[in-house]
């Protein structure tokens, strides 16, 4: 398996400007989250979504995020518009219901390194 | 509020020795710990889970221990080695929304 996928894998856009992060999970997986990891502010959830279905988002900043699910294999978070305190790194993770719930085990893609000028 | 503690400094150790990382909660019943891996420029990879009626957990040279009256889980590393040079994460999950809550994660470096 390819593990989860992201793109790109960096980003840099002028402040103002639309994002698109695009996720590819594990095929067969049931769980997909968004996260953003900063040095002041560590790992933080944005997003999860079960079976495609958003079910919690908020950890989501503002109405300028928002994310889609629009099947099993692809998710996009998307930043309208984009502002220099959105410059971050953005995990995309999936897991498969286990023993120990819908977060047994998470597996994280490579991160999309974000920076909005 | 809810509160994941790590040690937020460097911690260096003598290759070969023990390594112990310390993740402390508070105002949490968490259902089960895990602790993951991060080098840099990539995502976490999960290490080990611990449910909240196990009291320590081992996988090859890794050890986690978990006690909910402390409040508190150790993670340790035998026999370290530099390749063990990485920041270590914890996180927390409650049972009534499966909600990851993630440490700061705390930087581990094995001198040879």
């Known amino acids: 398996d390819a593990g989860v996928i992201q793109s790109p894998r960096h980003e840099v856009t002028e402040m103002g400007q639309e994002v698109t992060l695009r996720c590819k999970p594990i095929s067969g997986h049931d769980y997909l989250f968004w996260y953003r990891q900063t040095m002041m502010r560590g790992l933080e959830l944005l997003i999860y979504?079960?079976?495609?279905?958003?079910?919690?988002d908020s950890g989501m900043p503002e109405d300028r995020f928002s994310a889609k699910m629009p099947n099993a294999s692809f998710s996009t978070l998307k930043i309208q518009p984009s502002e220099p305190r959105d410059s971050a790194v953005y995990f995309c993770?999936?897991?498969?219901?286990?023993?120990?719930?819908?977060?047994?085990?998470?597996?994280f893609g490579p991160g999309t390194r974000l920076t909005v000028l | 509020s809810q509160k994941i503690e790590q040690n937020s400094e460097a911690l260096n150790i003598q290759e070969g020795k023990t390594a112990t990382l310390t993740c402390n909660y508070t105002n949490y019943s968490p259902a089960y710990l895990q602790w993951y891996r991060q080098d840099p420029g990539r995502g976490p990879v999960f290490l080990l889970l611990i449910r909240e009626n196990e009291k320590e957990k081992r996988k090859e040279r890794l050890k986690v221990t978990f006690d909910t009256t402390l409040k508190q889980s150790l993670f340790h590393i035998t026999a370290s080695q530099p390749a063990d040079s990485a920041t270590y994460l914890c996180?927390?999950?409650?049972?009534?929304?499966?909600?990851?809550?993630w440490g700061a994660g705390t930087k581990l470096i094995i001198k040879p």
């Open positions: 979504f079960n079976n495609n279905v958003p079910i919690d």
């Open positions: 993770a999936s897991s498969q219901t286990g023993s120990a719930g819908p977060t047994d085990t998470q597996y």
């Open positions: 996180a927390l999950v409650k049972d009534s929304n499966y909600q990851l809550i």
